[in-house]
């Protein structure tokens, strides 16, 4: 797992008019919280943590105003709806060693059995409890050969050591469905007439 170390200061302006001139100045307001311990609300670079967040369940280093550092890992992440930049992130604060409970994206390696099988992604995350600092990217599951009406649930992913199922084991996954025939037209009029007859 990556960790990703960043610059925040505090910022004591709030409101939309505060989180407008610190958007123009290319920075993103921040809330960390955890640990029962008050909010803190900072500001971060936004180019490096947009790049951070490309990582799924991150690790952030925080060096807040120079004073204290903090590991955090994205909680919330708002995004403008059309231009897609960071309008604002909540990070949970967390401790070396810490168990944390996260949604891990799911991967499929191989090819469905031959037939157009369809396959479904009944859950595109899979929860699951990690160490803060051991967090997986994500997880791989084979489908190969899978014929319709197979699923894979989540006890039969195979996960890296120190890190447990936080849903049912019995919840599906993936599911393989079978493709939709579609009905030509003449198949249609000649069922229709031998209905008649």
């Known amino acids: 797992m990556s960790e990703v170390k960043l610059s925040a200061e505090t910022r004591t302006e709030f409101g939309k008019g505060a989180a407008r001139r610190i958007r123009r100045e290319n920075k993103v307001p921040v809330v960390l919280y955890g640990h029962g311990s ?35 890992i994205p909680k919330a992440v708002q ?28 991967h499929t390696e191989g090819e469905l059995a031959p037939g157009g099988n369809l396959l479904e992604h009944v859950l595109d995350a899979l929860p699951v409890e990690a160490e803060a600092t051991h967090i997986p990217e994500a997880v791989t599951v084979s489908i190969e050969g899978l014929e319709a009406g197979a699923s894979v649930h989540a006890k039969d992913i195979t996960l890296p050591n120190g890190v447990s199922l936080a849903v049912d084991a019995d919840a599906v996954v993936l599911q393989v469905l079978q493709a939709q025939a579609e009905e030509t037209e003449g198949e249609t009029a000649e069922g229709e007439e031998a209905a008649e007859a």
Request: aromatic share 2%.
């Open 79 to 106: 995004r403008d709806p059309l231009k897609g930049f960071l309008e604002h992130v909540d990070l949970l604060l967390v401790k070396r060693g810490e168990k944390v409970t996260v949604d891990i994206p799911v």
């Open 38 to 72: 008050d909010p803190l609300h900072l500001t971060l670079p936004g180019h490096d943590l947009l790049l951070a967040l490309r990582t799924p369940n991150v690790l952030i280093s925080l060096d807040i105003d120079g004073k204290t550092n903090e590991l955090a």
